[in-house]
């Protein structure tokens, strides 16, 4: 209970953003105590108290000398002033939220709370703890969501607007030497090329999906409701959700998938779209920024046990074709791997299947491992790799953070440069 209450706590106290409160009129007293006012919005004694709150719920320890404890309020202040200048900045530079992001963010992230608790009484005893209900709770999630996405739009125009600075190699140099501690240690890895092989269905297989597929389709524009049909006629695991996909960016789906459904408008129903996976409908439900929000119904063939063997034979054939000086990327290509899988850059053994990590323990730089049979879906598929690097575990040198301290002192520096003129250009006033 308590680590659950820490995190409620931390969900809604963290982002002083949530807490601001309009600026007092003449004549008006805040009762806790006005700590610092940006623009029109001020920050509250009981803000600070909150934050420190959440960190002590978190297992952070808070500082009980006097000094010591000044410095991490100060630091506090600062923090949460440079969060209402971006917020400020954000609201004057005419940013907006669309209800309906907010709404399906804050369901989400209410979702991930209360599965952490055994009963809706639990959760709603650990919000009275906390001096919270439901609905207070609700709303401050929604503040919260709201103001953090203003604020990163902002931020990410802005910084796009600016010349990126120059970094020197002294001071990555620097940088990583200062904080080698942040970076830990370097895990193990390999990176591979990729060649992906999956079973192809029988001529007859395909033609009975595509009918099934298009009797869907015919049930859909002649009213069918799309989750119910998703429910009795999916053949894939979001079925059971009545198609839904969730959120997703471009370049998560499948090119054929992708090209349709981000040429789509909400409430709009595609045709029958063919990817390697079947025959898919799809509703594009929502749209926010890049990511969209679909259901789809998925018609898959039928794959027998001699098709699964066909393509085993295929890949077979690939492994001896790469073997033989072949490129790997061309027969990717050629067999329609994803774009994502066709290199994987220094990738954690750790983190690989289990099928891989037997298949690649102990290959050297040019083996050629395969085939491999992996999970995909309702039928097996097979992977065919090419060995093109590996790294032992230890600690990381320079070179391997070279890029992102570069990106990180960029982004440091840019984010110093626009507070430095929205502070410029906003009445901002400390009152410790």
Request: charged share 25%.
């Amino acid at each position: 209970m308590r680590t659950v209450l820490a995190l409620l706590l931390t969900l809604a106290a963290a982002p002083a953003l949530a807490q601001a409160q309009p600026a007092p009129q003449p004549g008006e007293e805040l009762w806790d105590g006005v700590v610092a006012v940006v623009g029109d919005t001020t920050l509250l004694r009981s803000d600070l108290l909150l934050a420190i709150e959440a960190m002590r719920a978190e297992g952070t320890a808070v500082p009980t000398d006097p000094v010591e404890y000044g410095r991490l309020v100060q630091q506090l202040v600062d923090e949460r002033v440079s969060d209402l200048l971006l917020l400020e900045g954000a609201r004057a530079a005419g940013e907006t939220v669309n209800e309906d992001e907010v709404l399906t963010a804050v369901e989400d992230q209410l979702r991930q709370v209360r599965g952490r608790f055994p009963s809706e009484e639990a959760y709603t005893a650990a919000l009275a703890e906390a001096g919270r209900t439901p609905e207070g709770y609700r709303e401050e999630l929604s503040r919260q969501f709201a103001d953090q996405t203003l604020v990163q739009r902002f931020v990410r125009k802005r910084m796009q607007e600016m010349a990126p600075p120059a970094v020197t190699d002294e001071e990555i140099r620097t940088f990583f030497e200062s904080n080698r501690q942040r970076f830990g240690q370097r895990p193990a890895s390999v990176s591979f090329q990729q060649v992906l092989i999956r079973p192809l269905p029988a001529d007859s297989a395909r033609a009975a999906a595509l009918k099934t597929a298009g009797q869907v389709l015919t049930e859909l524009n002649g009213g069918a409701e799309f989750e119910v049909l998703a429910r009795r006629y999916g053949t894939d695991a979001t079925r059971e959700r009545g198609g839904d996909l969730g959120w997703f960016r471009q370049g998560q789906m499948v090119r054929e998938f992708d090209q349709v459904v981000f040429a789509m408008r909400p409430g709009q129903t595609s045709g029958i779209v063919e990817t390697e996976f079947g025959f898919h409908i799809i509703k594009l439900e929502k749209a926010r920024g890049p990511e969209r929000q679909a259901r789809h119904i998925l018609i898959r063939p039928e794959i027998t046990q001699a098709n699964i063997d066909a393509a085993r034979v295929r890949a077979d054939s690939v492994a001896t074709a790469i073997r033989a000086g072949a490129q790997a990327q061309d027969l990717a290509a050629r067999y329609n791997t994803p774009d994502a899988l066709r290199f994987q850059q220094n990738v954690p053994v750790d983190q690989l299947p289990p099928a891989f990590v037997t298949a690649l323990e102990g290959a050297v730089t040019g083996t050629v491992a395969g085939p491999i049979q992996i999970e995909n879906g309702p039928t097996p598929a097979f992977a065919v790799v090419r060995v093109t690097g590996r790294q032992t575990s230890g600690e990381y040198t320079v070179d391997d953070q070279r890029e992102r301290i570069r990106d990180m002192l960029r982004e440091q520096r840019q984010m110093q440069r626009l507070l430095t003129e929205l502070r410029r250009d906003m009445y901002v006033s400390i009152r410790l």
